[in-house]
């Protein structure tokens, strides 16, 4: 949902004037995917009734994307890897199943759709976006930044494809788009991501992926308020979408890759094998907290600042409660108009340096930091 940036820009002017401390956010939603098995396997037709399936467990159910009231209906997803193949069942309980778009590389948000954002580096840069409608058309997207960083999203042929891409749906309980067949209880979508066009202008994330690596995801769905007007559904008029997450964006924006969950890499032993945690999170949360002051100070002051203790950071950033040595800022001299800063930790004996850009790009030293751990990739 693009059109969403616009909202999360007002946002960030309107906290520039009020000085707001930038938040400092709590681990996310981390989910484990699973290889398969000897003898398992996927087919991409909308069911989700493969043995494949039955063994691994459902997310968690998702929630209201910044704290809002508790989804009116439950989404949740399963995952499975093979080679370069992601498997995803996605599970959308929903009493009027309906899609109009049918032309893919359409802005399939107009519809109700299922959504995921995938940023296997964790840098915030040349993300990939999902959206699927339940008739399973399709919009592909990679973005170099985040909108609001000056991105821009490329999709269609010639621009952003991704081959090999399957995507299937099915509906229960009703006929799609039949307001006297109901009420559905639900649409289910299947899909195999192709992953070498997810590492595509990575720098470290690689495919197919190791056990033990970590990217960063979400899930996405948009839902409108629609009735039945006799022989189809019309959208509610003045009533904007809702927007329900697999993990909380605390902003109405899922342009913040920084927010995302974890997408964890596992071997097939379900159950067994556990997702380790990214040693990076405290250092990407001074980070990105040195990020919004800044933005917020430039929009105040037409610059950014060369002095730390002019940026309100959280005492958490500055005081080593973080696990992390107070930000070095780095402002460009030839140019008033950016900055990077550095955070250095120390986990386990090992130290590692992150920073972040005015464009919110983060890096690690060693590069492989936060997708492979301190031993690197
Ligand atoms: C799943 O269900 C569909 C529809 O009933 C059926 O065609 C397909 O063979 C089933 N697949 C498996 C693996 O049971
Ligand atoms: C994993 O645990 C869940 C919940 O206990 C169970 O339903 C599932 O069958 C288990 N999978 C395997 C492969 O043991
Ligand atoms: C990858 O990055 C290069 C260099 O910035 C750019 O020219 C290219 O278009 C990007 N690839 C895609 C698929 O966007
Ligand atoms: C679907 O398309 C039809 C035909 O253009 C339109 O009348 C209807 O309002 C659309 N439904 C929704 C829910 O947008
Ligand atoms: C910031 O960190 C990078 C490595 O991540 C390093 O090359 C650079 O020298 C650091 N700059 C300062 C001022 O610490």
Known sequence: MPGLWALAAAAVAAVASAAVTPPIFPYPRQYGVHRLGPGERIVVDGFLNETAWDAVPWSE??????????????????????????YIGYWLEEPQVWANLTVDDSIVFHDNDAEIFIDPDGSCAWYKELEVNALATWWQLILDKPYIDGGSAKYGPGKWVMPRFEAATQVFGCEINDPSSGPCSHWTLEMLLPLESYVVNETVARSPPVPGDLWRWDFSRVEWRVSDVGNKFEKVPGVAAANWVWSAQ??????????????????????????????????????????????????????????????????????????TQPPVLIVDPLSPYGFAANVSATVGGQTFVGSINTQRHFTFDPPGAAVCGLGGC
């Open 61 to 86: 159910d998702f929630v209201d994307i910044d704290a809002g009231p508790v989804p009116r209906f439950r989404t949740r997803y399963k995952a499975r890897w093979e080679g370069n193949n992601l």
């Open 250 to 323: 605390h902003a109405i924006n899922m342009h913040l890759p920084e927010r995302w969950g974890y997408l964890c890499w596992l071997d097939d032993k379900v159950n067994v094998s556990t997702c380790r945690t990214d040693v990076t999170w405290n250092a990407r949360q001074a980070l990105a907290a040195v990020y919004y002051a800044q933005h917020q100070f430039s929009a105040v002051n037409g610059y950014f600042s060369a002095t730390l203790s002019d940026l309100g950071l959280p005492p958490s950033v500055l005081n080593g409660q973080l696990g």
